[in-house]
C-alpha cells in the first residue's frame, strides 16, 4: 500500500521559512514523479512545484526563488524548503506522487497546514 507520510509545516510571520517533509513508503519512491501542491479552502489547488522521474524541476510562477524542493535519499524524504514566506502562502500543502507525468497523481499525503501572518 503506498503511503505517503508528511510533516513540517505550522505558523510563521512573514519573511520567515518553513520546511515540509514528505516520506513515501509501498510501491512509490523519491525517483518517482513527485509534487507539492498546495489549497486555500474553498479554491482550487496550485501546483507548488513538479519533480518529474528524470528529476526535472517546474516551480509555479508564485513561488520561484522562494521555495526549493529536494530529497535526502538516506533518509528516504523529500523536502520543501520554504524562504521568505509570504501571507499568500497561507494553504494546506499536499505531497504527490505518481510514476508518470501522463497521468494525475494518485497518491497523495495527509496535508499539512502553512499560516503565514503579516
Known amino acids: 500500500q503506498v503511503r505517503l507520510a508528511q510533516s513540517g509545516g505550522g505558523s510563521v510571520q512573514a519573511g520567515g521559512s518553513l520546511k515540509l517533509s514528505c516520506e513515501p513508503s509501498g510501491y512509490i519512491y523519491l525517483d518517482n514523479c513527485m509534487a507539492w501542491v498546495r489549497q486555500v479552502q474553498g479554491k482550487g489547488r496550485e501546483v507548488v512545484v513538479i519533480?518529474?522521474?528524470?528529476?526535472?524541476?517546474t516551480y509555479g510562477d508564485s513561488v520561484k526563488g522562494r521555495f526549493t524542493i529536494s530529497k535526502d535519499v538516506a533518509k528516504n524524504t523529500l523536502y520543501l524548503q520554504m524562504n521568505n514566506l509570504k501571507p499568500e502562502d497561507t494553504a494546506m500543502y499536499y505531497c504527490a506522487a505518481e510514476h508518470t507525468l501522463t497521468i494525475p497523481p494518485r497518491y497523495w499525503g495527509q496535508g499539512t497546514q502553512v499560516t503565514v501572518s503579516s
Open positions: 519533480r518529474d522521474n528524470e528529476g526535472r524541476l
